[in-house]
């Protein structure tokens, strides 16, 4: 074909047929500039689609690390709640005194365990996102919404742990107090810890019941109260509505 043109040009060119051949030549260079067009088009379009193909990747990755965050939290927050209850038990056995006459060292010590032995901390995972913002793939996504999402994502995290490090504050100093002033080894011979760590329990007991009399470890266990109530009531739920919510956008962006 392009020596069928060359021989045509050369044929005008002899021929001295120089204004058909202006007119071939001109046609010949619009018919290469469409086919390049064309080209960097189709070349436009398929890099295009890699980059969509690349966000899709990247969104149902994340999706799927959401969905697995969100399981963690509603796990968290179950056990949360159980603490929590105890908490509150624990604060109530102060202020009745029949409950401190006639409470056993077995009911007590199964109470002082849940208290004090929990640590709470969402198993959070943030892989594909990390790397996502790592390795500047965050300019990828289309959706600008999400995009704001994801850049704004640690923060809502770091909040969470902030929290999570408040509850473990208190709970630290409550494990303090009773180090000094209570007695671990009842807790674990009544509570199954002994057995737990394969230990023999004591044919005799230190009573812990004394430790329901001290003001300054209701203010610790209050603290306590206090941080998990507002974990377990707000920035568990907030951020379980926060993931939701991402989950719809990436969902409606994947399927649109």
């Known amino acids: 074909m392009i020596k069928f043109f060359r021989k045509f040009r050369q044929k005008m060119l002899v021929e001295n047929k120089i204004g058909k051949y202006l007119i071939y030549a001109s046609g010949e ?11 960097l088009q189709i070349n436009n379009q398929n890099e295009t689609d890699k980059i969509h193909d690349k966000q899709d990747t990247y969104l149902s990755l994340i999706k799927s690390e959401m969905l697995n965050n969100l399981e963690s939290i509603k796990a968290e927050r179950n056990s949360l709640a159980k603490n929590v209850n105890s908490q509150r038990q624990l604060i109530e056995f102060m202020h009745n005194q029949l409950t401190l006459d006639t409470i056993s060292e077995k009911v007590l010590s199964k109470v002082l365990a849940a208290v004090l032995s929990p640590t709470i901390k969402v ?13 500047g ?11 704001n999402e994801l850049a704004s994502w640690e923060g809502k995290v ?29 807790v674990f ?23 329901l ?28 509505e926060d993931i939701l919510n991402l989950i719809h956008l990436i ?3 994947l399927f649109k």
């Open 213 to 240: 009399s001290s003001t300054e470890f209701e203010n610790i266990l209050l603290i306590q109260l206090a941080t998990s109530m507002h974990l377990h009531k707000t920035n568990y739920p907030d951020f379980e």
């Open 123 to 135: 198993d959070y995972e943030n892989g594909i996102l990390s790397e996502l913002i790592a390795s």
């Open 158 to 186: 770091s909040k969470l742990r902030d929290q999570e490090k408040g509850l473990r504050i208190s709970w630290h100093r409550a494990n303090i107090y009773f180090e000094n002033h209570g007695n671990f080894r009842t």
């Open 29 to 39: 260079i619009i018919l290469v500039v469409i086919g390049i067009l064309i080209a």
């Open 251 to 253: 969902e409606k962006e």
């Open 137 to 147: 793939s965050l300019k990828d996504i289309e959706n600008l919404v999400i995009v």
């Open 189 to 211: 011979d009544y509570s199954s810890f002994s057995d737990y760590v394969e230990i023999p329990k004591l044919s005799s007991f230190t009573s812990n019941k004394q430790i």
